[in-house]
Nanobody, 125 residues
Framework: QVEVAESGGGSVQAGGSLRLSCAAS????????MGWFRQVVGNEREGVAM????????SYGDSVKGRFAISQDNAKRITYLQMNSLKPEDTAKYYCAAVPSGACFGLTPNQFNYWGPGTQVTVSA
């Protein structure tokens, strides 16, 4: 059982930055695939980024490449999502997800077992 909880959401103007944090507990942190997803009401949940905690292998969704960066602090059991050059279309509820695994296999919701409650990010024009 892995428990994850997001923090760091808020409102920002276009072009600004935010950093989201995801704290994981209840399971050994090493050997987790940690992912960030986002969802707008009425739309499907979209994969943003993921990182494998053992070797820091990362992957990003096409819409955020070059603007967002995922990282992790193994000692603190926290995964971060640094979001730069934010656009109004980045407005969504952002979710952290986790799955114990030998690697990260796909940035799709069905690859992850454990989810946080989400944190809202609003980007104004």
């Amino acid at each position: 059982q892995v428990e994850v909880a997001e923090s760091g959401g808020g409102s920002v103007q276009a072009g600004g930055s935010l950093r989201l944090s995801c704290a994981a507990s209840g399971y050994r942190y090493n050997g987790l695939c940690m992912g960030w997803f986002r969802q707008v009401v009425g739309n499907e949940r979209e994969g943003v980024a993921m990182i494998y905690t053992t070797d820091n292998t990362t992957s990003y969704g096409d819409s955020v490449k070059g603007r967002f960066a995922i990282s992790q602090d193994n000692a603190k059991r926290i995964t971060y999502l640094q979001m730069n050059s934010l656009k109004p279309e980045d407005t969504a509820k952002y979710y952290c997800a986790a799955v114990p695994s030998g690697a990260c296999f796909g940035l799709t919701p069905n690859q992850f077992n454990y989810w946080g409650p989400g944190t809202q990010v609003t980007v104004s024009a």
